[in-house]
């Protein structure tokens, strides 16, 4: 057979329904298919083959299937990948036939891991043909930069919260101020409407 596709990872997202999934490339054998899962509430995990999940297909150039043992929730996100393992267990002998069949699935098998080793090259962090950094100290600062980042968003978080305390504290106090005066301007008024009162009574009460 042949390795014509380069895909060799297929993502799913769970639905409360569906429990089986295509996997859409060849592979050597159900045991070369890995499943991880991972969600919004919980961190990625490599499901247990045999127990969480089961694979049929092997050797079949357009691929085959995965079934769960228990059905994927919304939310959840289901990675299906093919790891073939590092090995060679091809052995051929001095003089005998050679053997086409055992020699292509060899070559396979090769190619697979190619293809998986540059699947993991996409998801490591790779410097320049001209950097002569070490990666080992570029990772740190990495997390460490992660870390600060987090630290100064949570700081803003807070200064905000401390900003709309002191707004909503002074809006306060100004509005009992703004009652208080009012109050004493009620109070003046009335004093003055009083004396007014007053004077006009005085005034009748002295003309009489």
């Known amino acids: 057979m042949t390795v014509s596709s380069a895909t060799n990872k297929v993502v799913y997202e ?20 890995e499943v991880w899962s991972v969600s919004d509430t919980s961190a990625e995990r490599k499901l247990e083959y045999g127990t969480e999940y089961s694979v049929s297909g092997a050797g079949d150039l357009n691929g ?10 919304s939310g959840e996100r289901l990675t299906v990948i093919r790891n073939v393992p590092m090995t060679q267990e091809t052995d ?6 050679f053997p086409a069949e055992t020699q292509e699935r060899a070559l396979d098998k090769l190619t697979m891991m190619v293809q998986q080793n540059a699947e993991r090259l996409t998801r490591t962090l790779t410097l320049g043909v001209t950097s002569e950094e070490d990666p080992d100290a570029i990772i740190p600062r ?18 905000a919260s401390a900003a709309q305390a002191s707004k909503d504290g002074a809006a306060s106090v100004v509005e009992g101020f703004d009652e208080h ?4 301007q009620a109070e003046i008024d009335a004093s003055v409407d009083d004396a007014k009162a007053f004077g ?4 009748i009460v002295s003309w009489s």
Do not use: H, M
Not at 64 to 73: C, D, M
């Open 200 to 203: 006009t009574a005085f005034a």
């Open 181 to 184: 005066a009012a109050e004493k």
């Open 92 to 97: 051929y002998r001095e003089n005998e036939i």
């Open 64 to 73: 085959g299937s995965v079934i769960l043992a228990s059905v994927p929730q």
């Open 14 to 33: 769970g639905n409360g329904i569906v429990s089986e999934f295509a996997v859409p490339f060849y592979f050597l054998e159900n045991s070369d298919i």
């Open 142 to 159: 990495i997390f460490e930069a992660e870390t600060e980042s987090a630290n100064s968003a949570r700081q803003a978080e807070a200064a």
